[in-house]
Protein backbone atom coordinates (compact mmCIF):
# COMPACT_ATOMS: atom_id res chain seq x y z
CA UNK A 1 0.00 0.00 0.00
CA UNK A 2 1.02 3.39 -0.27
CA UNK A 3 3.05 5.15 2.38
CA UNK A 4 3.81 8.87 2.50
CA UNK A 5 6.39 10.73 4.25
CA UNK A 6 6.77 13.99 5.51
CA UNK A 7 9.39 16.41 6.22
CA UNK A 8 10.19 18.15 8.58
CA UNK A 9 7.94 17.87 11.45
CA UNK A 10 8.46 20.83 12.80
CA UNK A 11 9.47 24.43 11.04
CA UNK A 12 9.89 27.73 12.77
CA UNK A 13 10.71 30.65 10.15
CA UNK A 14 10.77 34.24 10.38
CA UNK A 15 7.71 36.68 9.17
CA UNK A 16 7.91 37.21 5.92
CA UNK A 17 10.42 34.47 5.19
CA UNK A 18 9.62 30.95 2.78
CA UNK A 19 8.32 28.14 3.96
CA UNK A 20 8.98 24.89 2.50
CA UNK A 21 7.61 20.89 3.05
CA UNK A 22 8.31 18.05 1.25
CA UNK A 23 6.50 14.82 1.05
CA UNK A 24 7.74 11.58 -0.62
CA UNK A 25 5.32 8.69 -2.10
CA UNK A 26 5.93 4.78 -3.14
CA UNK A 27 3.11 4.12 -4.26
CA UNK A 28 3.32 4.72 -8.26
CA UNK A 29 -0.60 4.92 -8.97
CA UNK A 30 -1.13 7.63 -6.98
CA UNK A 31 -1.96 10.55 -8.53
CA UNK A 32 -3.39 13.20 -6.70
CA UNK A 33 -1.73 14.83 -4.07
CA UNK A 34 -3.61 17.44 -1.62
CA UNK A 35 -2.04 19.38 1.26
CA UNK A 36 -4.22 20.33 4.15
CA UNK A 37 -3.76 23.42 6.57
CA UNK A 38 -5.41 22.47 10.27
CA UNK A 39 -5.51 24.47 13.00
CA UNK A 40 -5.73 23.59 16.54
CA UNK A 41 -9.01 22.01 17.17
CA UNK A 42 -10.57 22.16 13.72
CA UNK A 43 -11.08 19.50 11.40
CA UNK A 44 -8.15 20.09 8.15
CA UNK A 45 -8.91 22.11 5.38
CA UNK A 46 -7.63 22.02 1.88
CA UNK A 47 -5.27 24.16 0.45
CA UNK A 48 -3.83 23.37 -2.62
CA UNK A 49 -3.65 20.24 -4.87
CA UNK A 50 -1.79 18.44 -7.80
CA UNK A 51 -2.50 15.71 -10.08
CA UNK A 52 0.35 13.76 -11.46
CA UNK A 53 -0.40 15.51 -14.87
CA UNK A 54 0.85 18.68 -13.58
CA UNK A 55 4.36 19.21 -12.02
CA UNK A 56 3.95 22.67 -10.74
CA UNK A 57 0.53 24.66 -9.19
CA UNK A 58 0.67 28.05 -7.57
CA UNK A 59 -1.94 29.82 -6.01
CA UNK A 60 -1.35 33.24 -5.09
CA UNK A 61 1.44 33.04 -1.91
CA UNK A 62 0.97 28.96 -2.07
CA UNK A 63 2.87 26.55 -4.31
CA UNK A 64 2.50 22.82 -4.71
CA UNK A 65 5.25 21.18 -7.35
CA UNK A 66 5.72 17.33 -7.66
CA UNK A 67 8.47 15.30 -9.39
CA UNK A 68 6.46 12.13 -10.41
CA UNK A 69 9.72 9.95 -11.39
CA UNK A 70 11.27 10.86 -7.88
CA UNK A 71 7.94 10.27 -6.01
CA UNK A 72 8.23 13.54 -4.24
CA UNK A 73 5.84 16.58 -3.65
CA UNK A 74 6.66 19.79 -1.91
CA UNK A 75 4.41 22.87 -0.59
CA UNK A 76 5.93 26.24 -0.84
CA UNK A 77 4.58 29.18 1.10
CA UNK A 78 5.99 32.42 -0.03
CA UNK A 79 5.85 36.02 2.42
CA UNK A 80 4.69 33.88 5.40
CA UNK A 81 2.24 35.43 7.63
CA UNK A 82 1.43 34.88 11.45
CA UNK A 83 -1.83 33.19 10.22
CA UNK A 84 -0.03 30.89 8.44
CA UNK A 85 0.84 29.06 11.84
CA UNK A 86 -0.78 26.03 11.58
CA UNK A 87 0.04 21.77 11.23
CA UNK A 88 0.26 20.92 7.44
CA UNK A 89 -0.49 17.72 6.15
CA UNK A 90 0.34 16.39 2.29
CA UNK A 91 -1.61 13.15 1.37
CA UNK A 92 -1.52 10.85 -1.56
CA UNK A 93 -4.62 9.10 -3.81
CA UNK A 94 -4.91 7.08 -6.69
CA UNK A 95 -7.35 9.13 -8.88
CA UNK A 96 -10.34 7.20 -8.90
CA UNK A 97 -13.92 7.37 -7.22
CA UNK A 98 -13.38 8.36 -3.43
CA UNK A 99 -10.15 6.73 -2.75
CA UNK A 100 -8.97 6.39 0.52
CA UNK A 101 -6.03 9.62 1.34
CA UNK A 102 -2.88 8.19 3.12
CA UNK A 103 -2.01 11.07 4.53
CA UNK A 104 1.69 12.45 5.79
CA UNK A 105 2.85 12.45 9.54
CA UNK A 106 2.66 16.48 9.44
CA UNK A 107 4.62 19.69 10.03
CA UNK A 108 3.93 22.11 12.59
CA UNK A 109 4.73 25.56 11.03
CA UNK A 110 5.57 28.40 13.62
CA UNK A 111 6.10 31.45 12.30
CA UNK A 112 8.29 34.33 14.45
CA UNK A 113 6.87 37.75 14.24
CA UNK B 1 -19.14 25.59 -1.90
CA UNK B 2 -18.22 22.03 -0.33
CA UNK B 3 -18.86 22.80 3.14
CA UNK B 4 -18.75 19.82 5.97
CA UNK B 5 -20.27 19.94 8.96
CA UNK B 6 -20.22 17.59 12.20
CA UNK B 7 -22.59 17.92 15.12
CA UNK B 8 -21.66 17.57 17.88
CA UNK B 9 -18.23 19.85 18.43
CA UNK B 10 -17.64 18.42 21.48
CA UNK B 11 -19.09 16.18 24.23
CA UNK B 12 -18.03 14.43 27.14
CA UNK B 13 -19.95 11.10 28.39
CA UNK B 14 -19.65 8.84 31.05
CA UNK B 15 -17.84 5.42 30.91
CA UNK B 16 -20.20 2.83 29.61
CA UNK B 17 -22.50 5.51 27.45
CA UNK B 18 -22.95 5.42 23.24
CA UNK B 19 -22.37 8.36 21.49
CA UNK B 20 -23.38 9.77 18.13
CA UNK B 21 -21.46 11.74 15.59
CA UNK B 22 -23.32 13.23 13.09
CA UNK B 23 -21.41 14.41 9.82
CA UNK B 24 -23.44 16.33 6.72
CA UNK B 25 -22.24 17.52 3.59
CA UNK B 26 -23.93 20.97 3.30
CA UNK B 27 -24.12 21.78 -0.03
CA UNK B 28 -23.35 18.36 -2.23
CA UNK B 29 -23.90 14.83 -1.96
CA UNK B 30 -21.50 12.39 -1.20
CA UNK B 31 -21.91 9.08 -1.76
CA UNK B 32 -18.52 8.39 0.14
CA UNK B 33 -17.81 9.62 3.88
CA UNK B 34 -14.78 8.83 5.71
CA UNK B 35 -14.39 8.55 9.44
CA UNK B 36 -10.81 9.55 11.13
CA UNK B 37 -10.14 9.78 14.67
CA UNK B 38 -6.44 12.08 15.45
CA UNK B 39 -4.52 12.04 18.99
CA UNK B 40 -2.94 14.73 20.21
CA UNK B 41 -0.35 16.11 17.42
CA UNK B 42 -0.38 12.80 15.84
CA UNK B 43 -1.63 12.73 12.24
CA UNK B 44 -5.45 11.96 10.91
CA UNK B 45 -6.17 7.92 11.38
CA UNK B 46 -8.57 6.63 8.86
CA UNK B 47 -10.99 4.38 10.94
CA UNK B 48 -13.92 3.59 8.30
CA UNK B 49 -15.11 4.44 4.59
CA UNK B 50 -18.63 5.28 4.68
CA UNK B 51 -20.57 4.32 1.42
CA UNK B 52 -24.07 5.39 0.93
CA UNK B 53 -26.76 2.14 1.10
CA UNK B 54 -24.33 -0.46 1.97
CA UNK B 55 -22.21 -1.45 4.78
CA UNK B 56 -18.96 0.51 5.85
CA UNK B 57 -15.50 -0.84 5.60
CA UNK B 58 -13.60 -0.83 8.11
CA UNK B 59 -9.47 -0.24 8.60
CA UNK B 60 -7.86 -3.48 10.04
CA UNK B 61 -7.76 -3.28 14.01
CA UNK B 62 -10.98 -1.29 13.86
CA UNK B 63 -13.75 -2.83 15.76
CA UNK B 64 -17.26 -2.47 13.53
CA UNK B 65 -19.16 -3.07 16.68
CA UNK B 66 -17.86 -0.62 18.73
CA UNK B 67 -17.77 2.08 15.81
CA UNK B 68 -21.39 1.97 14.38
CA UNK B 69 -21.68 3.75 11.11
CA UNK B 70 -24.75 4.74 9.20
CA UNK B 71 -24.47 6.17 6.01
CA UNK B 72 -28.36 6.65 4.90
CA UNK B 73 -28.22 9.50 2.69
CA UNK B 74 -26.40 11.26 0.49
CA UNK B 75 -25.95 14.05 2.93
CA UNK B 76 -25.32 12.68 6.49
CA UNK B 77 -23.37 9.62 7.89
CA UNK B 78 -23.35 8.99 11.82
CA UNK B 79 -20.73 7.44 13.83
CA UNK B 80 -21.68 5.61 17.25
CA UNK B 81 -19.02 4.84 19.38
CA UNK B 82 -20.66 2.12 21.60
CA UNK B 83 -19.93 1.41 25.49
CA UNK B 84 -17.51 4.15 25.10
CA UNK B 85 -14.43 3.86 27.44
CA UNK B 86 -11.64 6.68 28.68
CA UNK B 87 -9.39 5.29 25.62
CA UNK B 88 -12.00 6.45 23.38
CA UNK B 89 -11.31 9.40 23.69
CA UNK B 90 -9.87 11.51 21.18
CA UNK B 91 -10.95 13.60 18.28
CA UNK B 92 -13.23 13.03 15.31
CA UNK B 93 -13.36 14.10 12.39
CA UNK B 94 -15.64 12.89 8.77
CA UNK B 95 -14.43 14.30 5.34
CA UNK B 96 -17.21 14.06 2.28
CA UNK B 97 -15.43 13.22 -1.07
CA UNK B 98 -17.36 15.98 -3.71
CA UNK B 99 -16.15 15.41 -7.18
CA UNK B 100 -15.25 18.77 -7.84
CA UNK B 101 -13.51 19.34 -11.21
CA UNK B 102 -13.23 15.70 -11.99
CA UNK B 103 -10.89 14.77 -8.90
CA UNK B 104 -12.73 13.21 -5.95
CA UNK B 105 -11.73 15.65 -3.22
CA UNK B 106 -12.27 15.15 0.27
CA UNK B 107 -13.53 18.14 2.03
CA UNK B 108 -13.10 17.42 6.33
CA UNK B 109 -15.61 18.18 8.66
CA UNK B 110 -14.80 20.52 11.89
CA UNK B 111 -13.99 17.49 13.89
CA UNK B 112 -16.00 16.09 17.24
CA UNK B 113 -13.94 16.25 20.90
CA UNK B 114 -15.11 13.42 22.63
CA UNK B 115 -14.33 12.98 26.17
CA UNK B 116 -15.11 9.63 28.36
CA UNK B 117 -14.90 9.96 31.81
Known amino acids: GENVEQHPSTLSVQEGDSAVIKCTYS??????FPWYKQELGKGPQLIID?????GEKKDQRIAVTLNKTAKHFSLHITETQPEDSAVYFC????????????FGSGTRLSIRP | GAVVSQHPSRVICKSGTSVKIECRSL??????MFWYRQFPKQSLMLMAT?????????EQGVEKDKFLINHASLTLSTLTVTSAHPEDSSFYIC?????????????FGPGTRLTVL
Open chain 2, 50 to 58: SNEGSKATY
Open chain 1, 27 to 32: DSASNY
Open chain 1, 50 to 54: IRSNV
Open chain 2, 27 to 32: DFQATT
Open chain 1, 91 to 102: AATPYSSASKII
Open chain 2, 95 to 107: SAAHSSGGANTQY
